[in-house]
Structure formats: C-alpha cells, structure tokens
C-alpha cells in the first residue's frame, strides 16, 4: 500500500512564495513520473508541472519562469516552488506519484490536495 501526503499550502500576498511538498511512503520500488495539478473554483483541474523519472519537467504556460517543479528519489517526494504569485494562482492544488511497488504493480497515487490562496 502506499499513501501520499502533500503539505505546504497556506495564504500569500501577491508577488510572494510558497513551496509545496508531496510525499510517498509505503510498499515503494521505486517511483516514475510525477506532477502537479490545480483546480480553481468553478474551473477544471489542470495539468501545472510534471517532471518523469529522468527529470526532464513540463510546465503550463502561466506558470512558466514562476514555478519549478524538483524532486528527489531517495524521499519519493516531490515539491513545487511558487514564486511571484498572482491571483490567479489562487486553487486547491494535488500532487500525483506514479509508482512501482514492491509487488511490481504500477499504479499513480494522488495527494489530498492541499489549498493556496493568493491576496492582498
């Protein structure tokens, strides 16, 4: 089994900085892709950065230069650093791991989500 836990969230002004930080733990071989996704109210989740196992990343045009997206293998975690936050970042945002486990069953693990607020 695994379970993923994601912390960082909170309330800043604009122009300001969060980081983000999703963790895998449990039956774990070894973890492949993962990313990050966004939903604002009333709008559809959206793919924000995601970064695979050789770690080439891709991000989404409005957070390109603002967000980068890192992670580190020997933690199964993965972080999202947000800078110059505007507004329109403002949405409840979910980590996902894809995972090979200890049964050699691949399987793609989400976080609770984890909520960013951006105002003045």
């Known amino acids: 089994q695994v379970q993923v836990v994601e912390s960082g969230g909170g309330l800043v002004q604009p122009g300001g900085s969060l980081k983000l930080s999703c963790a895998a733990s449990g039956s774990i071989l070894r973890t492949d892709g993962m990313g990050w996704y966004r939903q604002a109210p009333g709008k559809q989740r959206e793919l924000v950065a995601a970064i695979i196992s050789g770690s080439s990343t891709n991000y989404a045009d409005s957070v390109k230069g603002r967000f980068t997206i890192s992670r580190d293998n020997a933690k199964n975690t993965v972080y999202l650093q947000m800078s110059s936050l505007q507004p329109g970042d403002t949405a409840v945002y979910y980590c996902?791991?894809?995972?090979?486990?200890?049964?050699?069953?691949?399987?793609?693990?989400w976080g609770q989500g984890t909520q960013v607020t951006v105002s003045s």
């Open positions: 996902y791991l894809t995972v090979w486990d200890n049964n050699g069953q691949f399987g793609k693990y």
